[in-house]
């Protein structure tokens, strides 16, 4: 099945500088790869998302890029903020018997010090 | 408000004393899934549905019973809990298409198997 690795597993940055956060998946297949934020004591929520027929896709501060050739995905914040402290998880996705399988990493814990 | 709801949020139980995680969802989504979350291992997938009647086992399903006789309901049953499923548990649905692979969360269960 997929595997999704994830690091670094802590990440901690100033406000204002730039954080990455870097996955790898295994299987080829995977064709969608969402990021997810959990903020503490809440159930992880979407950020941004990207599919395999696209590079790069950015949304205000946060960008995702994609190499399908080197099967590696990266989250990118920049100027960061207090509010951005929070749990983030990368994700791979394939279809498997009619139904989109999701397999997360681990997390990154982002700490940004004001 | 679209949401997914879970009850209870914490729970502390003896082992081998049975008990369900309700979950509900009011969005009319097909797609729902348990999780457990652990430290250092991420996202686990226990169960997921299809929907109505349709359910299948996820990467940790040892130990664990579900079932979907309504769209909106998914509870997850613990019919003999042990410490090991000591963790924390997400419900999660979503409403897959073609472009639409968001899932929602929502705000987890605190399990304590003592």
């Known amino acids: 099945g997929e595997n999704v690795e994830q690091h670094p597993s802590t990440l901690s940055v100033q406000e204002g500088d730039s954080a990455v956060i870097k996955c790898t998946y295994s299987d080829s297949a995977s064709n969608y790869f969402p990021w997810y934020k959990q903020e503490l004591g809440k159930g992880p929520q979407l950020i941004i998302d990207i599919r395999s027929n696209v590079g790069e896709k950015k949304d205000q501060r946060i960008a995702v890029t994609l190499n399908k050739t080197a099967k590696h995905f990266s989250l990118h914040i920049t100027e960061t903020q207090p509010e951005d402290s929070a749990v983030y998880f990368c994700?791979?996705?394939?279809?498997?018997?009619?139904?989109?399988?999701?397999?997360f990493g681990i997390g990154t814990k982002l700490q940004v010090i004001p | 408000e679209a949401q997914v709801t879970q009850n209870p949020r914490y729970l502390i139980t003896v082992t081998g004393k049975k008990l369900t995680v309700t979950c509900s969802q009011n969005m009319n989504h097909e797609y729902m899934s348990w999780y457990r979350q652990d430290p250092g291992l991420g996202l686990r997938q226990i169960y997921y549905s299809m929907n109505v009647e349709v359910t299948d086992k996820g990467d940790v399903p040892e130990g664990y019973k579900v079932s979907r006789k309504e769209k909106r309901n998914f509870p997850l049953i613990l019919e003999s809990p042990s410490p090991n499923q000591t963790s924390l548990y997400f419900c999660a649905s979503s409403n897959w298409g073609i472009e639409t692979y968001e899932q929602y969360f929502g705000p987890g269960t605190r399990l304590t198997v003592t």
């Open positions: 994700a791979a996705s394939l279809r498997s018997g009619g139904y989109q399988k999701v397999t």
